[in-house]
C-alpha cells in the first residue's frame, strides 16, 4: 500500500488535469452501454415517477423523490463509478505509471473523477429541468444551499470512492464493496425513506451517515423552508476531512497483491 505523498497533493495544474479528464472522457464515451444508463437515467426516473404519482395520485411526493434522485445521482455516477474507475486505472498500471511522471497525486485523482463530477451536475440539472416540465412541481426554492449540497457531495463521494478503492480487489468485486454504503445511504440518509420515520434511536445515528449532511442540504435547498443548515453542513465537512485524511493515510496506487 502506497500513502499520498504529501509534498505531491498541492500541486494542481489546470492543463494537466484537463489533459487527464480528457483521457477519462475518451474511456467514458467508448464504454456504449455505461454511457447510455448514465444518459437516460434521469429520462427514466422522472418518467417512472410521473407513473408513479399519476397512478396513486400522490402529487405532492414529486418535489420530495425528485431530491431522492439526486441523491442516487451522486451515489450510482460519482461513488459507484468512480470506484470501478480507480480500481481498473489502479490494476491496469494507469495510476503508477501517472504517478511517475509530473502530474501529482491530487491531479491524478481529480483528473479520474472530474468527468464522473461533470455528468452528474449535467444529470441534476436534466432531472431539475424534466422534473419541472413533466411533473409540473416548483423548481428549487433555494439554488445557492441546493448547489452547496451537490458540490459538497460529489466532493466527499468522490474522496470515499477514492478510499473505498482500496479495498477493493478488482473492478469485479466493485458492486460488493459499494453496496454497503449505498444501502446504508439509501435507507438511512433520507433518499426515498424519511428519516422521521425511523424509531428515534436509528434517526439519530442515522444523521451521521456520511450521506445525511448533504441531502438535508439537498432538501432545503429544493423545497425551502427554515430547516437547521448548520448541523448537517458540519457533519457532511466532518466527513470530506475524515475522508481526505483516509485517501491520504489508505489510497493504493498499485495493484493489490
Given at each position: 500500500m502506497t500513502a499520498l505523498n504529501s509534498a505531491r497533493v498541492p500541486d494542481l495544474r489546470p492543463r494537466r488535469l484537463a489533459a487527464l479528464a480528457r483521457s477519462e472522457i475518451t474511456l467514458l464515451v467508448r464504454n456504449r452501454a455505461a454511457l447510455s444508463v448514465a444518459l437516460l437515467m434521469p429520462v427514466v426516473m422522472v418518467l417512472s415517477l410521473r407513473f408513479t404519482l399519476s397512478s396513486n395520485g400522490a402529487a405532492g411526493l414529486a418535489e420530495a423523490t425528485l431530491t431522492g434522485g439526486i441523491g442516487m445521482v451522486l451515489l450510482m455516477v460519482v461513488y459507484m463509478n468512480l470506484v470501478s474507475a480507480y480500481v481498473a486505472r489502479r490494476e491496469e498500471l494507469v495510476l503508477k505509471r501517472l504517478r511517475t511522471g509530473?502530474?501529482?497525486?491530487?491531479?491524478?485523482?481529480?483528473?479520474?473523477?472530474?468527468?464522473?463530477?461533470?455528468?452528474?451536475?449535467?444529470?441534476?440539472?436534466?432531472?431539475?429541468?424534466?422534473?419541472?416540465?413533466?411533473?409540473?412541481?416548483?423548481?428549487?426554492?433555494?439554488?445557492?444551499?441546493?448547489?452547496?449540497?451537490?458540490?459538497?457531495?460529489?466532493?466527499?463521494?468522490?474522496?470515499?470512492?477514492?478510499?473505498?478503492?482500496?479495498?477493493?480487489?478488482?473492478?469485479?468485486?466493485?458492486?460488493?464493496?459499494?453496496?454497503?454504503?449505498?444501502?446504508?445511504?439509501?435507507?438511512?440518509?433520507?433518499?426515498?425513506?424519511?428519516?422521521?420515520?425511523?424509531?428515534?434511536?436509528?434517526?439519530?445515528?442515522?444523521?451521521?451517515?456520511?450521506?445525511?449532511?448533504?441531502?438535508?442540504?439537498?432538501?432545503?435547498?429544493w423545497l425551502g423552508g427554515d430547516a437547521e443548515l448548520l448541523v448537517p453542513a458540519a457533519t457532511t465537512l466532518a466527513w470530506i476531512a475524515l475522508t481526505v485524511f483516509a485517501v491520504r493515510r489508505w489510497f493504493r496506487w498499485e495493484p493489490r497483491r
Open positions: 509530473e502530474a501529482g497525486d491530487l491531479e491524478i485523482l481529480a483528473g479520474t473523477a472530474l468527468p464522473a463530477a461533470v455528468l452528474a451536475l449535467a444529470q441534476i440539472a436534466g432531472l431539475a429541468v424534466a422534473g419541472a416540465a413533466v411533473l409540473h412541481v416548483r423548481g428549487p426554492q433555494n439554488p445557492a444551499v441546493l448547489a452547496l449540497g451537490v458540490l459538497a457531495g460529489i466532493l466527499l463521494l468522490a474522496g470515499l470512492a477514492a478510499l473505498t478503492s482500496a479495498f477493493t480487489r478488482n473492478v469485479e468485486s466493485a458492486g460488493l464493496t459499494t453496496l454497503p454504503l449505498f444501502l446504508a445511504s439509501v435507507i438511512g440518509s433520507g433518499l426515498f425513506v424519511p428519516v422521521d420515520s425511523l424509531p428515534d434511536a436509528l434517526a439519530r445515528a442515522a444523521e451521521l451517515l456520511p450521506l445525511s449532511g448533504v441531502m438535508a442540504l439537498v432538501r432545503a435547498g
